[in-house]
């Protein structure tokens, strides 16, 4: 399996520092499954229609086609068609414009997530859902990973995956861990958005973490979750989040 990192947008308000769309792109097999999907087509060509004025204002959303995960896509030498596999954090704005790029994937998400999309919940942009995703749904399940609940993902073939419940900045929001040799990969989504939020509760970002989320009582218990993640297995277990720029390999090229 080849693993490849994808910023599909970035967020921008001054004088605050720029902000990641990070996706994750599986490769295994000639088939590929996509982890988040970042700022879409439809969201560059229509964006207040497909976002919204006052959201683009204030999370500083910029639109740039070539960043879109289906140009992406397209530039490794694949199709949209051959995403066959779309795993979401939570819905978003920021993480499912790309959805519509790839109508044939099946959609993955927490029932708790599409139970609150279904609902009409203000945060959620109905627009990028009116093409209907093909949803695949995960209740609460047995099953544990390093001592957290965990929902098995069947994605590629031979590929080990699970979605895991991070809940607070949404309802449903998990994170998803993919093994990738001999470690483990955990997209935490925005569980935290800047890595420093796994040593203090005192940085600027913190006090946004707890206004965007939906039960911030959730998220601070998500959060230690992470932060005992990162202590005790850390040589095993590789975090990352969705927003922070530092969060990306070494050698990958932000764009300026």
Known sequence: MKVHHLNCGILHVPPG???????????????LALIDTGIGLQDVARPVERIGQAV?????????????????????????????DIVLTHGDPDHVGGLADFPAAAVHVSAEELARLESGHGRYSA???????????????????????????PLLAGVEAFLVPLFGHTLGHCGVAVRAG??????????????VELTTDEHPVSVLAAQRADDDGQRRASLAVLRRLAREHGAEVELFGYHDFAEFPPGFAAPA
């Not at 520092?17 to 088939?31: K, Y």
């Not at 740039?64 to 289906?70: C, F, G, M, Q, Y």
């Not at 001999?182 to 890595?195: C, K, T």
């Open 17 to 31: 520092p720029r902000a990641a769309c990070h996706c994750l792109l599986l490769e295994h097999d000639g088939r």
């Open 56 to 84: 683009i204002d204030a999370a500083g959303f910029q639109f740039h086609e070539s960043l879109t995960a289906v140009r992406q896509v397209e530039r490794l030498g694949y199709r949209a068609a051959d995403v066959t």
């Open 127 to 153: 627009a990028q859902f009116a093409h209907r995703p093909r949803w695949v749904m995960y209740p609460p399940s047995a099953a544990r990973w390093f001592g957290i609940e965990a929902r098995p993902l």
């Open 182 to 195: 001999d470690r483990w990969l955990l997209h935490v989504g925005d569980a935290y958005y800047l890595r």
